[in-house]
């Protein structure tokens, strides 16, 4: 099976702009994560989506959103950049998001803000 | 989830065992100890986890102590490929959906 892809790799963009991240989870999992990982706050759980729905939320603000279609795949959005988003998102996929499950991440989508 | 504590870094010397301490003192009944690693430039991944009794698989062991407020990460033999950023995680069984908290974890370095 092919592992957990995310489109692009890495993204330039400039202050108050917004941006949209895409996530492939691997094949038959139904349950997508998203996190931020950056030198200062480490690795910190965004949210994650099952069957189309958010069903758990970090503490970020209302800027980052996301969505899962109906083949699992998701998309995250950050409106409104801040220089503060410069991070690498990640994003990970399980089968049915169960606690004891594995998690598969992707290699992440390094976003750059100037 | 309860929270963990693990040195920031360590040393090993190529070929080597290697030990990565997990202190987890609030740990409950139902949360299981996992660990995963992060390489460099990659997303973490899935080493070992345990809830009771010893674990081993082709990654590593995981040994728990008897009182279950530590853990150990075994690496039996390491290789260059094995230096990572460690991060010991307690999940509850009674916990809905797959959120990882993460710490710091333990930079390990492997010397040739």
Not at chain 1, 37 to 43: A, D, F, N, W, Y
Not at chain 2, 33 to 51: A, D, F, M, N, T
Not at chain 2, 63 to 79: C, F, G, N, Y
Request: aromatic share 10%.
């Amino acid at each position: 099976k092919a592992g957990v892809t995310q489109t692009p790799r890495y993204l330039i963009k400039t202050r108050g702009q917004q941006v949209t991240l895409s996530c492939s989870p691997i094949s038959g999992h139904r349950s997508v994560s998203w996190y931020q990982q950056t030198p200062g706050q480490g690795l910190q759980f965004l949210f994650e989506y099952f069957s189309e729905t958010q069903r758990n939320k970090g503490n970020f603000p209302g800027r980052f959103s996301g969505r899962q279609f109906s083949n699992s795949r998701s998309e995250m959005n950050v409106s409104t950049l801040e220089l503060g988003d410069s991070a690498l998102y990640l994003c990970a996929s399980s089968p049915d998001g169960f606690s004891q499950e594995t998690q598969y991440f992707g290699p992440g989508t390094r976003l750059l803000v100037l | 989830d309860a929270k963990t504590t693990q040195p920031n870094s360590m040393e090993s010397n190529e070929e080597e065992p290697v030990h990565l301490p997990c202190n987890h003192s609030t740990i409950s009944g139902t949360d299981y100890i996992h660990w995963y690693r992060q390489l460099p430039s990659q997303g973490p991944e899935y080493v070992i986890h345990g809830l009771t009794s010893n674990v081993n698989n082709r990654m590593a062991s995981l040994a728990i102590a008897e009182d279950r407020k530590s853990s150990t990460l075994i690496l039996h033999r390491a290789t260059l490929r094995d230096a990572a950023v460690y991060y010991c995680i307690l999940r509850s069984k009674e916990t809905s959906g797959s959120r990882l908290t993460f710490g710091e974890g333990t930079q390990l370095t492997v010397n040739p």
